[in-house]
């Protein structure tokens, strides 16, 4: 079955930092997510990606967040100089909205720790 | 702003008991509706998706949605210990897809 892969699965960086979390889709999705959990929290929408460009961001996405589709497979989200507070899951989704149930397939996430 | 609003509970059933989880949403663009479980450290995972005003039933699960009322529930037969998780109601109103908080749950045996 196909499925949406994440790395790392946990990394721990200083603060100040860049930190580059990576996903590769399901190979026919058309459009790409990241989304962030901070522990106990609730599931939030960072940033959709379609056509090569973002779709929609929220305003967690400042001007640190930037996402890049460097070849056909892997969807990156980089974090430019991590906060104490971006401490989090990050889940990397994809889905198909135009076919089937257009639901979000979510990979298994990425621990980030922030010191 | 694009709110979904769910119970935070916990909610605890006896094993074998109906649970009943609800959701409401505030944007009346939303089209489509989805109900996943994620376990405590694991991404979330989709039970069951509902489009039309109703019932939608899937073995154990029913969902009902009433887009007048801006309103989907998720109700769980027969509850067994392994569906303790936490419920997490999700609207896509276009190309988004936001979540409500999550219903925590736990099914006493």
């Known amino acids: 079955e196909p499925e949406v892969t994440q790395t790392p699965s946990h990394q721990v960086t200083q603060m100040g930092q860049e930190v580059i979390l990576r996903c590769v889709p399901i190979?026919?999705?058309?459009?790409f997510y990241w989304y962030r959990q901070i522990l106990g929290q609730k599931v939030e929408f960072l940033v959709s990606?379609?056509?090569?460009?973002?779709?929609?961001k929220s305003e967690i996405f400042d001007d640190q967040f930037s996402v890049e589709r460097p070849d056909g497979s892997n969807f990156t989200l980089k974090i430019r100089s991590t906060k104490l507070e971006d401490s989090a899951m990050y889940f990397c989704?994809?889905?198909?909205?135009?076919?089937?149930?257009?639901?979000?397939?979510f990979g298994e996430g990425s621990r980030l720790t922030v010191l | 702003q694009k709110e979904v609003e769910q119970n935070s509970g916990p909610l605890s059933v006896p094993e074998g008991a109906i649970a009943s989880l609800n959701c409401t949403y505030s944007?009346?663009?939303?089209?489509?509706f989805f109900w996943y479980r994620q376990y405590s450290g694991k991404s979330p995972e989709l039970i069951m998706f509902?489009?039309?005003?109703g019932d939608k039933e899937d073995g154990r699960f029913t969902a009902q949605l009433n887009k007048a009322s801006q309103y989907v529930s998720l109700l769980i037969r027969d509850s067994q210990p392994s569906d303790s998780a936490t419920y997490l109601c999700?609207?896509?109103?276009?190309?988004?897809?936001?979540f409500g908080t999550g219903t925590s749950l736990t099914v006493i045996p």
């Open positions: 989704a994809s889905s198909d909205l135009a076919q089937g149930t257009g639901e979000l397939f």
């Open positions: 190979s026919n999705h058309l459009y």
């Open positions: 990606f379609y056509n090569n460009e973002i779709s929609e």
């Open positions: 944007d009346r663009g939303s089209q489509s």
């Open positions: 509902i489009y039309s005003n």
């Open positions: 999700a609207v896509n109103p276009g190309n988004q897809f936001y």
